[in-house]
């Protein structure tokens, strides 16, 4: 159980302005479509292989970020990400003894579900998206995860 | 490994509270921040300082495709540079020869409406703004600006491109705003057929080149090509802007409604570079509730609230009295039109 002291403070924090970062960078319309939420992708991956260093709070806080940049409701991204960071810690053990493409699927129903929650939250408050095109990046950020986890290293299979 | 069942999950004792306990109060804390958002003004200047932190940001995550239009730009060849020349001077020549008459027309205008100096133009003031190239939100219509408060910019201005309405500020930070296009779906202008003066709505439909009117009835009098501007009511836009120009209109007589899709004039998705404008508070095409000055973001209602048109100002003057230029009506206009020299 060496993960649980497992507190990489600093390269979560970095990693995660690289995900925001990548999350606003300019791309053609046709792009930023199917580009995946990579601050909620980063947050999710540090719940899971270290969730005692960041945590809720990290999700929260990175929730928040995207209201700021988003312009959406404050706290609307933060309840969605705080939601999917709860699970990831929740069942952190479970999902790392698993391969990564199982991980993919996980990352892939999380993002759904985060999805769900900002979209029910823009209808409660009066500012409906309803478009089919909202639910491609749960797609691609489940494909991207094993990239993700690549890249931040294989904390989540490690014990 | 067996072990590490749903029912694994052991808190470190004097570590942190339990997932369940954080998630609770955090899901409170969104749910309250949602409410006061959504409840008006009192987190605004929570938003404020959020935009101000998130700017450099913005900043940084545009810098390289500005950079790279700055590249572009400084290599452009001498030939290119001189097709645009010739291209502007011919545009400026058309302008003038289109304004020469301009003085003449505000004057005629002036004697028709009985008034005794001609009305300055509505924008009294403008003010150039950039857009950042940063994504706010893939499936809305925004933009953000690099003005600000700090250049006394508001919310619920109204924001011009090149060729007509681009839409309108909806968040302001001190350096950076964000402007709502009136593509964007929960955008709505009103709008006026110019051709016979119809009113009606024009709403955005998420796609960066197409608004459309939904609330006409089949019998309207609207046809393709007909240029639709806006109409000044509803209390942020001015009166006689250029919005959009009808590309399609289908009549289904098994329904009441005509459906009506229009072309936004200004290149939404090209203009790098948008115009803030202040117009005069008084004047008859200024909106009927105008904020004109930079007023306290913390205080300013974003919504535009549904005002009774104010109606037009009739004059009063007699005929003969209009027709002579110097009839010294002092105070025949009803209407608090400011008449100011140009």
Redesign the interface.
């Known amino acids: 159980m060496n993960a649980v002291a497992y507190e990489p403070r600093g390269t979560m924090i970095f990693s995660a302005l690289v995900g925001l970062v990548l999350q606003v960078l300019p791309l053609p319309a046709w792009l930023a479509v199917g580009r995946p939420a990579f601050l909620v992708v980063v947050v999710l991956y540090w719940s899971i292989a270290a969730p005692r260093a960041g945590g809720m709070t990290l999700g929260w806080v990175a929730g928040l970020v995207i209201d700021a940049f988003e312009g959406a409701v404050l706290g609307e991204h933060a309840l969605a990400v705080a939601l999917i960071t709860y699970l990831a810690i929740r069942f952190h053990l479970q999902i790392r003894n698993r391969p990564v493409l199982d991980q993919s699927l996980f990352a892939f129903a999380a993002l759904a579900l985060y999805e769900f929650v900002v979209w029910a939250i823009d209808g409660w408050t009066g500012h409906p998206v309803n478009s089919a095109l909202r639910w491609i990046h749960p797609i691609t950020g489940g494909l991207i995860w094993p990239v993700v986890v690549l890249v931040l290293g294989s904390q989540p299979t490690r014990r | 490994?067996a072990a590490?069942g749903?029912s694994?999950?052991r808190p470190?004792p004097g570590?942190?509270p339990a997932?369940?306990f954080?998630?609770t109060l955090?899901?409170l804390?969104?749910?309250?921040?949602?409410f006061y958002?959504?409840r008006g003004g009192v987190?605004e200047r929570?938003?404020f300082w959020?935009?101000a932190?998130?700017y450099p940001?913005?900043l940084?995550?545009?810098s390289p495709?500005a950079a790279w239009r700055w590249l572009e730009q400084s290599f452009e060849t001498r030939a290119s540079l001189q097709a645009e020349n010739s291209q502007l001077t011919k545009q400026l020549r058309e302008l003038a020869v289109r304004t020469s008459r301009f003085e003449a027309l505000t004057r005629e205008n002036a004697q028709l409406r009985g008034l005794r100096e001609a009305l300055p133009p509505v924008a009294e003031k403008w003010l150039v703004g950039e857009v950042i190239?940063?994504?706010?939100?893939?499936?809305?219509q925004?933009v953000m600006v690099n003005k600000g408060s700090r250049n006394g910019v508001f919310v619920g201005q109204t924001v011009l491109g090149k060729d007509g309405l681009l839409g309108q500020t909806?968040?302001v930070g001190p350096w950076s705003s964000?402007v709502i296009l009136i593509t964007d779906?929960?955008h709505a202008v009103p709008v006026q057929v110019l051709r016979n003066g119809l009113r009606s709505i024009a709403v955005g439909t998420?796609d960066?080149n197409s608004l459309t009117l939904p609330y006409l009835p089949v019998n309207f009098d609207i046809k393709p090509t007909d240029m639709l501007v806006t109409s000044g009511l509803g209390g942020v836009f001015p009166a006689g802007y250029p919005v959009a120009r009808v590309t399609e209109v289908r009549r289904d007589p098994a329904q009441p409604l005509a459906q009506v899709r229009a072309t936004p004039l200004a290149p939404l998705?090209r203009d790098r570079e948008v115009v803030f404008i202040w117009f005069q508070p008084g004047h008859p095409a200024a909106p009927a509730n105008a904020q004109t000055s930079p007023a306290n973001p913390g205080a300013v209602d974003i919504q535009p609230q549904p005002v009774p048109p104010r109606p037009p100002p009739a004059p009063p003057t007699p005929p003969a009295a209009a027709t002579t230029d110097a009839a010294p009506s002092p105070n025949t206009a009803p209407s608090p039109v400011t008449a100011v020299p140009p």
């Open positions: 490994m590490f749903a694994a999950y470190l570590r942190a997932p369940g954080r998630f955090y899901a804390l969104s749910a309250a921040l949602m958002d959504q987190l929570v938003r959020m935009q932190a998130a940001i913005q940084a995550v545009s495709s190239d940063v994504e706010l939100s893939a499936l809305r925004r909806l968040h964000e779906a929960e998420g960066s998705d």
